[in-house]
């Protein structure tokens, strides 16, 4: 945060409003709506706040900008080419009857899940993982990829759509 606070007014609101739109996936938030947000992140012992789906966690002397967990999508099928939250598209063949969607709460509770989570997942915070996608079959996880887990077919990935968008998703 402190090279962010410390840069001009209209480059902190334009960095802040691209992240937002970039973890949100919806639109860059209006100025009048990114002014407050911005003073308060700069002040000490900010707390947490969400602006346009996006969660802002102040951690000390960085910030983690994720998508607010509230906001997400409901699982969707996950058949080759499904697409959930706007971003996630199913690559390879899942299994019949498999959905895509939000780790949420019951996916950190998977016990194997807790035998592979390890480094920068576990260490992140509880609700950016709530987030996270994942892929289920018959109620058991079988794909969670920024957790490290797999049991699932071989070729089964989730492509980023948004890699290959602009952050405010209209090209620009």
Partial sequence: LAPWAAAPADLRQ??????????????????????????????????????????ILPMGPEALICR??????????????????????????????????ALG????????LARVVGGGFAASPRAA???????????ALIFAPFAGYECAPQGLMLRDLRATRAPDGNGT
């Fill in 129 to 139: 993982r709530l987030g996270s996608p994942c892929i289920r079959h018959d109620g």
């Fill in 105 to 112: 709460a019951e996916g950190l509770r998977d016990p194997g």
């Fill in 14 to 55: 334009r960095v802040l409003a691209r992240a937002i739109a970039w973890a949100s996936g919806a639109r860059r938030p209006r100025q009048r709506a990114l002014a407050p947000l911005e003073a308060a992140l700069r002040a000490p012992n900010a707390a947490p706040r969400t602006l346009s789906g996006a969660l």
């Fill in 68 to 101: 607010e967990p509230s906001r997400l999508p409901p699982a969707v099928p996950a058949r080759p080419g499904a697409v959930w939250d706007g971003r996630w598209q199913v690559v390879g063949a899942p299994p019949d009857g498999a959905v895509l969607g």
